[in-house]
């Protein structure tokens, strides 16, 4: 090796040391730097499979997918500096697959909206919600969904079952249940600055009428700092738990369809995913999210006089992924 090879070598040895203490070192205070009037857009991709083993009966696939853009603007910086962001939905696109067998439903397409998954979306498309939040990402309040839901109620058609069912969606939707289900889709920054390695804590409990409570608990950690879109960005290791509580009243009366009693036991939930924070603004740039739920069944079903009840065990693994991406 000759003297000018050892020497520009030695000089980018320095300058990767430099540069790999200096990121190391640094120190990031997180909050959400917006300019009124600003607006950002979305779209939010999921992905849901399921796997139910029936026993005797085999097994069962399901699988759907749901896209969906939406469009934030700052209405209004609060003297506190709080953040008063409209939210506004887009285009809307689902399939859902079963025994070889699929539908699709996008709110662009010109087919009437017969399906009430395609009526949803076409109703949904085009309205709003106002959510304030601190500059930390704490959710204040949530305000326009009582709206939107009483706006569905008449428009649903008058079939059996649908009064209950909007009864029990309105119950899950209340004020304190609206702004936990918000803030689980919002990142919460610590108070203080964090550098690579450091973690912070979020609880939250989320009302459920078809499951029961959900208790979350995540754990967010700062991996590195990354170029994401063009964006200076923290790149954020997220690891999430739920636990089910209450024994899901609605979700058991399904079982009633089937004139039978629906038993199930949900295990601890788990996920883990990565978040890319833009360190100027605060903006989410990319979100990545896989969680898993595994769930035992018992549908009983009770005989007539003298004769004994069927049963069937079953088993159902629920995998789910969500993305959402910065869209400009």
């Known amino acids: ?52 083993d029936m026993g005797a009966m085999g097994r069962q696939q399901m699988e759907n997918s749901a896209r969906m853009e939406f469009l934030q603007t ?26 070889g067998m699929s539908m699709e439903f996008d709110t662009e397409s010109d087919e009437e909206a017969a399906h009430p998954v395609a009526a949803f979306q076409k109703f949904l498309q085009g309205k709003h919600v106002v959510v304030t939040m601190s500059p930390r990402g704490l959710v204040r309040s949530v305000e326009g969904l009582e709206a939107i839901l009483d706006d569905l109620s008449e428009a649903l058609p008058d079939q059996p079952g649908n009064p209950q069912a909007m009864e029990a969606i309105k119950q899950g939707f209340g004020a304190e249940a609206t702004t936990a289900l918000m803030q689980q889709a919002v990142v919460p920054y610590p108070e203080d600055a964090v550098a690579i390695g450091d973690t912070w804590h979020q609880n939250l409990k989320l009302p459920n009428p078809a499951l029961g409570d959900l208790n979350i608990k995540r754990s967010y950690t700062v991996e590195g700092a990354e170029r994401m879109q063009e964006r200076d960005c923290l790149k954020l290791g997220v690891s999430s738990t739920i636990e089910f509580e209450g024994g899901g009243p609605e979700f058991a009366q399904f079982g ?6 629906l038993v199930f036991d949900i295990d601890e939930a788990s996920g883990r995913g990565t978040v890319w924070i833009d360190r100027n603004s605060g903006v989410v740039v990319l979100s ?10 018992l549908l009983e079903k009770s005989g007539s006089e003298g004769v004994e009840g069927q049963s069937l065990d079953m088993r159902a693994t629920v995998t789910q992924h969500i993305e959402v991406e910065l869209l400009d």
């Open 256 to 261: 009633q369809m089937f004139g039978a009693e």
């Open 74 to 99: 700052v209405k209004e910086m609060l003297p506190d500096g709080s953040i008063v962001l409209d939210t506004t939905f887009g285009r809307m696109h689902t399939k859902v697959s079963m025994g």
């Open 288 to 297: 990545k999210s896989t969680q898993t739920i595994e769930m035992d069944m």
């Open 1 to 52: 090796m000759n003297a000018r090879t050892s020497r520009f070598l030695a000089v980018a040895a320095t300058l990767l040391t430099v540069a790999t203490f200096s990121v190391a070192d640094s120190e990031w205070l997180l909050r959400f730097g917006l300019d009124e009037g600003g607006t950002h857009r979305f779209a939010m991709n999921q992905t849901q499979s399921m796997d139910i």
